[in-house]
Nanobody, 121 residues
Framework: QVQLVESGGGLVQAGGSLSLSCAASGRTFSSYTMGWFRQAPGKEREFVATISGSGGTTYYADSVQGRFTISRDNAKNTVTLQMNNVKPEDTAVYYC??????????????WGQGTQVTVSS
């Protein structure tokens, strides 16, 4: 069982930066591919970025490539999403996820409660 707690969301102006953090419980954190997904009002949840257990492989959605960076610290059981040059279309609830298959969740994927990110123009 894994519990995920996100933090760091808030209001930011377009062009600014924000860092989201996810703290995970459990002894097997380093074995999980971790990721961030987001859901905007009226839209389905979508993939943002994932990172392999070792941190050696990352994937990004085209919409955030070059602006967002995902990283992890296996000693601290944390995963971070650094968001730079944010845009109004980045406004969404951001969810941390554990136990992914590359960029895809599956039936055993764990989810955090979500953190709101709002980008003002």
């Amino acid at each position: 069982q894994v519990q995920l707690v996100e933090s760091g969301g808030g209001l930011v102006q377009a062009g600014g930066s924000l860092s989201l953090s996810c703290a995970a419980s459990g002894r097997t954190f380093s074995s999980y591919t971790m990721g961030w997904f987001r859901q905007a009002p009226g839209k389905e949840r979508e993939f943002v970025a994932t990172i392999s257990g070792s941190g050696g492989t990352t994937y990004y959605a085209d919409s955030v490539q070059g602006r967002f960076t995902i990283s992890r610290d296996n000693a601290k059981n944390t995963v971070t999403l650094q968001m730079n040059n944010v845009k109004p279309e980045d406004t969404a609830v951001y969810y941390c996820a554990a136990d992914l298959r590359a960029t895809r969740p599956h039936t055993n994927t764990y989810w955090g409660q979500g953190t709101q990110v709002t980008v003002s123009s």
